[in-house]
């Protein structure tokens, strides 16, 4: 027995060797998970970036300074738009929405995911880092049944997910954040490192807000928000060409030169092909009788 | 007896690979990143929630699934997690830890109220009085229980794929 064991150095020796290729051992166990369907590929894209070492970037900010920048940005959002002030509309969006983000791949959010309609005829929508998400009437009466109505709300979900917000944040400001925060010593209201520290989050919310309201994020950023929320609206037990008849009624609604979703979206015709490359066929959307009821008694009149 | 000889060398492996790659590989302990963190009793967003836990609090690791971590707590509740709300960092509440000030910026440990803070808020705000954060306010206060969420589902015949409701 004693003469039969490998001498220990050698055990070492092959250990060692198999924790170095541990990284491309995750890679490899996360394909064969995706293969097998144990692992969904959006569950696989989180392990793999957790795997790899992570560069200077917006992803620095923990989630608690991420959750004070989401509350400036929608307070700056509600600068340009006021709030529908309905209880009942907008509770019904809350309990969708949550529950959505809650069947998300990210429902861990400092403070939480919250809905609050707009009172505007614009169609649009906004999603701050953090999970705060605005959702015009205008873009309201673009949903004709709850399905299309989760779709709008899952597609800023997505947002959220992505880090959007986040990523319009510009390179040098992240820098000199990161820097400032990191230099921060015992700071009191009023003194030099605030006074500091309130400049850079300020060119961070406008950094985000520019991105966010008036230029809008890359068509390709569009089209993702889209796909996540299509898997998103899949896993809740939505149909997802909810999606697809928003954005038809959407294609309606829109005036050109608008300074909404007409400036800062691809057009609704090219969202429904990127869409339909994703294997969506489209069929009507079948609700069952109670659920457009309660869709119509809290929307019918928006 | 061959089998034997395998299945100690399995043994001592893994020992020599945890020893050598540390506390980082092991990660056993994990501390909660965001405000609330809800701890359920499957691994889904369905799972009725069967503990809270606050921001900073520190949580062992019994076992992973998917993107969920089944987690023990203190007075021995177990349940599941799900790994956004997770950081691999110490967090450190401000409270009674003006030592650690100096310390935090390593990449183990994360101070609470550093940067971007509800302090840094303040002073935005009196700077842009335009600014109004009476509804972001009012807006954190719109919650939703799990048991609203599966009546509002189940009312509207809204049923999660099987398998994946994660
Ligand atoms: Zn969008």
């Known amino acids: 027995m004693k003469t039969r064991l490998l001498p220990l150095s050698l055990i070492a020796l092959l250990s060692l060797v198999s924790c170095q290729t541990m990284e491309s051992a995750t890679s490899i166990a996360t394909t064969i998970g995706q293969s097998t369907g144990v692992v969904s590929s959006s569950q696989a894209d989180s392990i793999q970036k957790t795997a790899r070492a992570v560069s200077r970037s917006a992803e620095e900010f923990t989630p608690e300074q991420e959750y004070y920048i989401g509350r400036s940005v929608g307070a700056v959002v509600l600068t340009k738009y006021p709030a529908h002030e309905d209880d009942k509309v907008n509770q019904y969006l809350n309990i969708i929405g949550q529950t959505l983000a809650q069947a998300s791949d990210m429902p861990g959010i400092f403070g939480g995911y919250h809905f609050l309609v707009l009172n505007s005829n614009e169609i649009n929508a906004f999603a701050t880092p953090s999970g705060l998400v605005f959702v015009t009437r205008g873009l309201l009466r673009c949903c004709r049944n709850e399905d299309a109505l989760a779709a709008v709300l899952a597609h800023e979900i997505g947002h959220i997910e992505l880090r959007h ?21 015992a700071k009191t209201f009023g003194s030099k490192e ?11 919310i406008t950094d985000i807000t520019n991105t966010m309201i008036e230029k809008g994020y890359s068509r390709s950023a569009e089209y993702e928000a889209d796909l996540k929320a299509v898997k998103l609206l899949r896993r809740v037990g939505y149909d997802p060409n909810g999606l697809v008849e928003m954005l038809t009624a959407m294609k309606k609604n829109l005036k050109a030169g608008g300074l909404d979703f007409a400036k800062t979206h691809p057009s609704p015709e090219n969202r429904i092909e990127e869409i339909q490359k994703d294997g969506i ?12 009821q309660r869709f119509q008694q809290m929307l019918g009149k928006i | 007896m061959i089998r034997l000889e395998g299945i100690i060398f399995v043994v001592i492996c893994s020992f020599f690979c945890f020893v050598i790659s540390g506390p980082a590989q092991a990660a056993n302990t994990m501390s909660v990143q965001i405000k609330e ?40 509740v177990q349940g599941w997690i799900h790994t956004s ?10 409270a009674g830890a003006k030592n650690v000030q100096t310390s935090a910026t390593g990449s183990e440990i994360a101070l609470a109220g550093k940067g971007f803070s509800e302090q840094v808020e303040k002073q ?10 009476a509804w972001i306010d009012r807006m954190e206060k719109f919650q939703v229980s799990p048991e609203q969420m599966q009546a509002f589902l189940k009312q509207g015949g809204v049923a999660p794929a099987k398998g994946g409701a994660q």
């Open chain 1, 194 to 204: 605030v006074a500091a520290l309130t400049e850079t989050f300020g060119g961070t």
């Open chain 1, 165 to 185: 917000g986040m990523q319009a944040i510009k390179k040098a400001r992240i820098t000199e954040a990161l820097t400032t925060i990191a230099a921060e010593g």
């Open chain 2, 85 to 94: 709300a997770l950081s691999e960092k110490s967090i450190i509440l401000k």
């Open chain 2, 37 to 76: 963190g809800q701890v359920r009793s499957t691994p889904s967003f369905l799972g009725t929630i069967v503990a809270k836990l606050a921001y900073g609090d520190s949580v062992e690791i019994i076992q992973d699934q998917g993107a969920w971590k089944k987690v023990a707590l203190r007075g021995g």
């Open chain 2, 124 to 133: 935005y705000k009196s700077l842009n009085r335009n600014i109004n954060y």
């Open chain 1, 281 to 292: 066929q489209y069929a009507t959307v079948k609700i069952p009788t109670a659920r457009q």
